[in-house]
């Protein structure tokens, strides 16, 4: 099935490649500067937390004496959360935002699952390298256990893919998932430690929060590039096996509800 999924969108990379460069394009179409708020909108929210958190507010995290640690923490938790909300909000509605493409064109509908990976894959790339320029200057390079990176991002891409594919295809049948995902999200940003540390909780809430998946991700994010601190991948696990199960579930409905899909919209 992987292999049919890999030639398929290899055949179609022109029309995906295509997609994603039309709706960059389109994003900024008619502003002043154009691409450029790309980088001012995620170099102003680091530099507004940056300021607010470490200098006027002057939040410290527990233990820790530093002044930016707490700026730091939060980034590696927002901007992380940011690529996991953008790919799953952006999912739950891709078949209905293209609903007059999905009914006059013929082309693999697995292609618009892909357009938002890669969508999103782009704004986050622009976030994390001025992040990235962002520890570099101020002496925080987390050095070797940068690699680490790369894995869990492809974990938390696959989560959010797997999850955003279900509630495409659902909300297509039941267009009150997209209202109900938007403000269960909402409660989930918040029951995920990342504006605060775990260690301020009690200790029953914290074993609540251990079920959450997103808890063991954004930890190993913020231990990452706070304390240079390798991913207790055994912690991860169960994230894995939740991801790949969302991702053979949303698969199997998308192949047998596609065409479903087509006439309910």
Partial sequence: MLLILHHTLWNYRGFVLGSVKREFQARYRNSLFGALWTVLNPLSMILVYTVIFSHIMRARLPGVEDGMAYSVYLCAGLLTWGLFAEITTRSQCMFLENANLLKKISFPRICLPVIVL?????????????????????????????????????????????????????????????????????????????????TILPPSIQQLLAFNPMTALMQSYQNLFLYNQWPVWSSLVPVLGLALLLCVLGLRMFRRRGGEMVDEL
């Fill in 118 to 198: 890669f969508n999103a894959g782009i704004n986050f790339a622009i976030i994390l390298g001025l992040f990235l320029g962002f520890l570099l200057i101020t002496g925080r390079w987390p050095g070797m256990t940068l690699l680490a990176l790369v894995p869990l991002l492809v974990l938390q891409v696959m989560f959010a893919a797997g999850l955003g594919m279900l509630l495409g295809i659902l909300n297509v049948f039941f267009r009150d998932v997209g209202q109900l995902f938007g403000i269960f999200l909402q409660f989930w940003f918040w029951l995920t430690p990342i504006v605060y540390p775990m």
